[in-house]
């Protein structure tokens, strides 16, 4: 069983940046395509970027190309989030995921990641 948390969460202004930890446990990381994924309230949780096993592919939702960027450390068993320009709009409870590698993770559909985090809570906010 790979267990993820997630870590990094808090309050920043508009504008402002975060980097959000994914640290893994229980199996090699690098087995393993990552995702991130986010949850407002009322809202369905979203897909917003993904990642490979080795790191070479990266996918990101159209909202936050350009501003996020994804990257993991498979020697840390440890995925990452940099967030640039945040908006409030991002405000979100965020998890990251693991897939099987034969999974459909690529397009960051919910039921393609088996392994989930408990989340943290991201808050833009002036």
């Known amino acids: ?8 969460g808090g309050l920043v202004q508009p504008g402002g940046s975060l980097k959000l ?3 893994t446990s229980g199996l090699p990381l690098d087995n393993y395509p990552v995702g991130w994924f986010r ?18 592919s ?12 994804i990257s993991r450390d498979n020697a840390k068993n440890t995925v990452y ?3 640039n ?8 409870v965020y998890y990251c995921a693991a897939a099987e590698r034969l999974a459909n993770w690529w397009h960051l559909i919910v039921p393609g990641y088996k392994y989930w985090g408990q989340g943290t809570q991201v808050v833009v906010a002036s």
């Open 39 to 56: 949850q407002a309230p009322g809202k369905e949780r979203e897909g917003i970027s993904c990642i490979s096993t080795s790191g070479d």
């Open 81 to 83: 989030l940099q967030m």
């Open 85 to 92: 320009d945040l908006k409030p709009e991002d405000t979100a």
């Open 21 to 23: 930890s994914c640290a």
């Open 58 to 69: 990266t996918n990101y939702m159209d909202s936050v190309k350009g501003r996020f960027t």
């Open 1 to 8: 069983q790979l267990q993820l948390v997630e870590s990094g």
